[in-house]
C-alpha cells in the first residue's frame, strides 16, 4: 500500500537559517504528492504541491521537487522565520483516488 | 482564512450528552470528509461524502454518524462518547472525489473534550 515517511522532529532552528525536512514516499503508479502546514491551534492548510516528476511546487519561501527516482519530496526555505514555526505534513494522493496518505509530521521550531 | 468553516471551535461533553459537530462550504465543492487528529499524530480518516452519499466509513464506531443534509453542510452527531474519543476533528472539502490531483481544503477543526 502507500506510505509516507517523513524525518522525525522536532527541528529547531535559528532565524534565517535554511530548512530541509525530508519526506520519502511508497506508491504504486504516479501519486500527487503535498506538502500541508498546521499552525498551533488551526486546521491543515495546503502548502504546496506537485503531480508529475520533476514538478516543483513553491509557495511563501517553500518549495519542494518531486523526484521519482528516489520517492521523494523534500520541503526547504532558504530563510526561516519565527512565524514559520509549526507542524509540517508531507502527504501523497494515488491518482485512482482522492485519499490522502499522510506522513507523521515534524515539528519546526524557530528561534528569534 | 479558511474556506471551510467549523463549529464550533471548543466542545467539552459528557459521555452521556448527545452533540452536533458542524462543517460548511461554499466552493461548490462535491466531496466532503471528517477527519480525527490526535496530539501529535496526523489526521485520521473517519468518513467520506460524495455528492452528499457516504462513500467511505472507515470502520468508525456507531457512536459517531454523519450526516450530509446539501451538498455544503456536513454534520457529525456525537453520543454515548468515551474519553479517547477527545481530539481535534477536522472537516475537509475538495472539488469531486475522483478528480486527479485536487487537494483538500481543511477547516480550522473541532477540538473535542470528553468529560
Known amino acids: 500500500g502507500n506510505s509516507v515517511t517523513q524525518m522525525e522532529g522536532p527541528v529547531t532552528l535559528s532565524e534565517e537559517a535554511f530548512l530541509t525536512i525530508n519526506c520519502t514516499y511508497t506508491?504504486?503508479?504516479?501519486?500527487?504528492l503535498f506538502w500541508y502546514v498546521q499552525y498551533p491551534g488551526e486546521g491543515l492548510q495546503l502548502l504546496l504541491k506537485?503531480?508529475?516528476?520533476?514538478d516543483k511546487g513553491s509557495n511563501k519561501g517553500f518549495e519542494a521537487t518531486y523526484r521519482k527516482e528516489t520517492t521523494s519530496f523534500h520541503l526547504e526555505k532558504g530563510s526561516v522565520q519565527v512565524s514559520d514555526s509549526a507542524v509540517y505534513f508531507c502527504a501523497l494522493k494515488h491518482n485512482a483516488g482522492n485519499m490522502l496518505t499522510f506522513g507523521g509530521g515534524t515539528r519546526l521550531m524557530v528561534k528569534p | 482564512d479558511t474556506e471551510v468553516t467549523q463549529t464550533p471551535k471548543h466542545l467539552v461533553m459528557g459521555m452521556t450528552n448527545k452533540k452536533s459537530l458542524k462543517c460548511e462550504q461554499h466552493?461548490?465543492?462535491?466531496?466532503m470528509y471528517w477527519y480525527k487528529q490526535k496530539a501529535k499524530k496526523p489526521p485520521e480518516l473517519m468518513f467520506v461524502?460524495?455528492?452528499?452519499?457516504?462513500?467511505i466509513n472507515e470502520s468508525v464506531p456507531s457512536r459517531f454518524s454523519p450526516e450530509c443534509p446539501n451538498s455544503s453542510l456536513l454534520n457529525l452527531h456525537l453520543h454515548a462518547l468515551q474519553p479517547e474519543d477527545s481530539a481535534l476533528y477536522l472537516c475537509?472539502?475538495?472539488?469531486?472525489?475522483?478528480?486527479?490531483?485536487?487537494?483538500?481544503?481543511f477547516g480550522d477543526g473541532t477540538r473535542l473534550s470528553i468529560l
Open positions: 506508491a504504486t503508479g504516479y501519486p500527487s
Open positions: 506537485a503531480t508529475k516528476a520533476d
Open positions: 461524502y460524495s455528492y452528499e452519499k457516504l462513500s
Open positions: 466552493m461548490g465543492h462535491r466531496a
Open positions: 475537509a472539502s475538495s472539488q469531486e472525489l475522483d478528480i486527479p490531483n485536487q487537494p483538500q481544503h
